[in-house]
């Protein structure tokens, strides 16, 4: 699937580039804090950490290895495409999601009565969502699994809110100017999943074809989803 | 408090930096510190609001330059052994 | 107590004691999504209501909130009560739960920004009671 999206940076940010940065920290006058120390590698400490937990009885290791199993794994954003899928195909669950997104995001199975409190907000020709939580990382786990770092970083986090068009056209999308955009700050324990409208040319797919073509950027607010490509199949 | 945490228009933080196919987790010691942090839910003696403040008063170019799973990390283990998980009650 | 000492070494002290249960695979479905839930099923009357405009109040503390700078003394009109929650600011520093109800306040972009932002633009921030004052 071919995407507007222009190609910018994609170097992951590595341990080893978080160690270099953080002795650049260490250069900082900081009187008043604590300097964290920060040896050379962190799977030693982790390690450390993790049997001393183990030892103590704190943790299951075996249940350690189950979260992480679910969050790699069982939770992702293929969990948020088939809500978006339904409420595409199906009018009467896309009235309930609207209304009582917990609730209709809980049919489908992905997340139980205890979970995080959801809200959806529907793109449609003239408003446009896009989601974001300026102060740490706050996502909507249950649909879309982890946040990707961009999302948990200073340059999204920070001008998002305020040049959400500027961020926008950096990763592809112009939007007209007689669309209106909302963005959602997640300050508090309300997360948010954007619905995002249905692709021209899509009549004839099923459900399970249009879960396919959802990505978790148009769930974010910072893509649409893309029509199926020429060739029908998408 | 407003501390560099509160990012919310402030500009020149320069470009997105996007990574295709970015895997979960970046390194396995990342999964077992988030897994940890969830784990660490079932203590009694923390909360999400004061884990989110200690993120908050690290040093303010740590936190904007450390990796995310490192901050975690280091706060993760600083509190652990402040806030005597282990004892009882 | 896990020590610096403890921390350090991966062993745990001899003698230090353990903490039982320890959380095991079983015990996992309940934890997930794990969080410590926010809300609260308690009857506290809201002081603001959908449609109402709002100041954000102009508060600086030096411990936690969820208040950001750039919506503080802003003006803005709720859209949604979502109910009660726990309260961060005193939560974060164990000063009790002060359940409240939380809002959707939208700001307008100009409101926030001046007049150079999109007439049309909005950002809606989820806003605590004790954030807001009557506009």
Redesign the interface.
């Given at each position: 699937m071919t995407t507007k999206?222009r190609?910018?940076?994609?170097?992951?940010?590595?341990?080893a580039?978080?160690a270099m940065?953080?002795n650049?920290?260490h250069g900082?006058e900081?009187p008043d804090?604590e300097?964290?120390s920060?040896p050379s590698d962190?799977?030693l400490?982790?390690?450390?950490?993790?049997?001393?937990?183990?030892?103590?009885?704190?943790?299951?290791r075996?249940?350690?290895?189950?979260?992480?199993d679910?969050?790699?794994n069982k939770i992702?954003p293929r969990n948020g495409a088939r809500v978006v899928a339904r409420a595409w195909v199906d009018p009467a669950y896309k009235a309930r999601l609207l209304a009582d997104a917990t609730s209709a995001i809980a049919e489908l199975g992905y997340?139980?009565k205890?979970?995080?409190?959801m809200?959806v907000v529907e793109n449609t020709k003239k408003v446009h969502n896009v989601i974001?939580c300026?102060?740490?990382?706050c996502y909507p786990?249950?649909v879309l699994?982890?946040p990707?770092?961009?999302y948990?970083?200073?340059?999204?986090?920070?001008?998002v809110?305020?040049d959400?068009?500027g961020?926008l056209r950096?990763?592809g999308l112009e939007l007209p100017?007689?669309?209106?955009?909302?963005?959602?700050?997640?300050?508090?324990?309300?997360r948010y999943l954007v619905l995002p409208e249905r692709p021209a040319g899509t009549q004839s797919l099923n459900e399970e074809q249009l879960a396919a073509l959802v990505t978790r950027d148009a769930m974010v607010g910072v893509a649409r989803v893309a029509p199926p490509e020429a060739g029908g199949k998408p | 408090m407003n501390g560099v945490?509160?990012?919310?228009?402030?500009?020149d933080?320069?470009?997105?930096?996007?990574?295709?196919n970015?895997p979960?987790?970046?390194?396995?010691?990342e999964?077992?510190?988030?897994?940890?942090f969830?784990?660490a839910g079932a203590?009694r003696k923390w909360n999400l609001d004061a884990f989110?403040h200690a993120?908050e008063?690290?040093?303010p170019?740590?936190y904007?330059?450390?990796?995310?799973?490192?901050q975690w990390?280091?706060c993760?283990?600083r509190f652990?052994g402040q806030e005597g998980?282990?004892q009882r009650g | 107590m896990?020590s610096a000492a403890?921390?350090?070494?991966?062993?745990?002290a001899p003698g230090?004691p353990?903490?039982?249960?320890?959380?095991?695979?079983d015990?996992?479905?309940?934890t997930?999504?794990?969080?410590i839930?926010?809300?609260r099923d308690v009857r506290v009357s809201p002081r603001f209501e959908p449609g109402q405009r709002v100041r954000a109040r102009n508060i600086n503390p030096i411990g936690h909130t969820?208040?950001?700078r750039?919506a503080r003394g802003k003006v803005g009109t709720v859209c949604l009560d979502?109910g009660v929650?726990v309260f961060p600011d005193t939560s974060a520093h164990f000063l009790g739960e002060k359940p409240q109800h939380?809002y959707?306040v939208r700001f307008a972009?100009q409101e926030?920004?001046g007049l150079e932002?999109?007439p049309?633009?909005?950002?809606?921030?989820?806003?605590?009671d004790d954030y807001l004052e009557p506009a």
């Open positions: 999206r190609d910018f940076l994609t170097g992951s940010l590595s341990a580039g978080a940065t953080a650049l920290a900082q900081h804090h300097h964290q920060v962190p799977t400490r982790v390690k450390a950490l993790e049997s001393l937990l183990v030892e103590k009885g704190l943790v299951d075996n249940a350690l290895d189950a979260l992480v679910t969050y790699e992702g997340s139980s205890q979970g995080d409190r809200l974001v300026t102060l740490c990382s786990w249950p699994g982890l990707p770092v961009w948990k970083s200073a340059p999204y986090r920070s001008r809110v305020i959400p068009r961020v950096e990763f100017e007689d669309v209106e955009v909302r963005v959602w700050d997640s300050t508090a324990e309300l | 945490h509160d990012l919310g228009g402030m500009q933080m320069g470009p997105i930096q996007y990574e295709r970015e979960v987790f970046h390194a396995p010691w999964s077992r510190v988030f897994a940890m969830l784990a203590w989110r993120r008063v690290l040093p170019a740590d904007l330059l450390v990796s995310y799973y490192e990390l280091s993760f283990a652990a998980i282990g | 896990v403890e921390m350090a070494s991966g062993v745990p230090a353990k903490a039982t249960p320890p959380l095991t695979a015990s996992i479905p309940a997930l999504p794990n969080r839930h926010a809300h969820r208040l950001p750039y979502h929650y939380v959707s972009a926030l920004w932002a999109a049309q633009d909005s950002v809606y921030v989820d806003m605590w």
